[in-house]
Nanobody, 117 residues
Framework: QVQLVESGGGLVQAGGSLRLSCSASRSIFSGSAMGWYRQAPGKQRELVARISTGGTTTYADSVKGRFTISRDNAKNTMYLQMNSLKPEDTAVYYC???????????WGQGTQVTVSS
């Protein structure tokens, strides 16, 4: 079993920045693809960004150029640097991990990000 713990959410004004972190309870980062998803009230959960085991990154069009995903396998931690935040970025952000060889995935409990206008 793997536990993922997100941190770094909060309230910020439009145009501001936040950095989210996701830490895993076990040393499996290097063999896993990681991602950040978000879910706004009344909407489906959507992919924000993902990073492969090799470090290839993918972003939703809505966050390209503003958000940066990164990972530190030695620290079992993934990050999401969010700049130029907009009110429409308000959501609960979830960390996701998929173990490459098995496809088993895990989710964090979520962290709230609120951007005021």
């Amino acid at each position: 079993q793997v536990q993922l713990v997100e941190s770094g959410g909060g309230l910020v004004q439009a145009g501001g920045s936040l950095r989210l972190s996701c830490s895993a309870s076990r040393s499996i980062f290097s063999g896993s693809a990681m991602g950040w998803y978000r879910q706004a009230p009344g909407k489906q959960r959507e992919l924000v960004a993902r990073i492969s085991t090799g470090g290839t990154t993918t972003y939703a069009d809505s966050v390209k150029g503003r958000f940066t995903i990164s990972r530190d396998n030695a620290k079992n931690t993934m990050y999401l640097q969010m700049n130029s935040l907009k009110p429409e970025d308000t959501a609960v952000y979830y960390c996701n991990l998929v173990i490459a060889f098995s496809g088993v995935q895990y989710w964090g409990q979520g962290t709230q990000v609120t951007v005021s206008s």
